[in-house]
């Protein structure tokens, strides 16, 4: 299989994945995946390599073959397919996060203080 699996999921994306599955019971068996896809902008690594593998008899040369990749995308923000998220998108048709507002929902990273005039004495 290629294109769109959820099997490369990790775990936060896959608990988004299980609600999906149980929140859209009248969806097509296989619109289900593309419109996950699609609706939390997942965003996977998709690659090929060729390779030589005998197919046909001893006479025949070997063939050239086309062998697909898939895997998960380090840098993709799991935030975006996450149970929180779909179920949020089930209720309200809307995703909460979304690429362009998720910096919002953050939590920022505090650097330490530093000291200053009043306390240091």
């Known amino acids: 299989m290629f ?6 999921f990790p775990v936060e994306a896959r608990e988004g994945w299980d609600h ?5 019971l009248t969806m097509e068996p296989y619109m289900k995946d593309v419109h996950f896809f699609r609706q939390f902008c997942v965003a996977r690594i998709f690659s090929w390599e060729y ?3 005998s197919f046909l008899p001893h006479p025949y040369p070997l063939s050239l073959v086309r062998v697909y990749k898939i895997k998960w995308w380090p840098e ?3 935030q975006l397919c996450s149970k929180e998220n779909v179920e949020y998108f089930c209720k309200n ?3 909460k ?14 650097a330490p203080s530093t000291p200053t005039k009043k306390d240091v004495k």
Do not use: D, E, M, Y
């Open 51 to 53: 390779r030589l593998q």
């Open 76 to 78: 993709f923000k799991t």
């Open 20 to 24: 999906w599955l149980k929140a859209t």
């Open 93 to 95: 048709s809307k995703s």
């Open 3 to 8: 294109g769109c699996t959820p099997v490369i």
């Open 97 to 110: 996060f979304t690429l362009h507002n998720l910096h919002l929902f953050v939590k920022a990273k505090v």
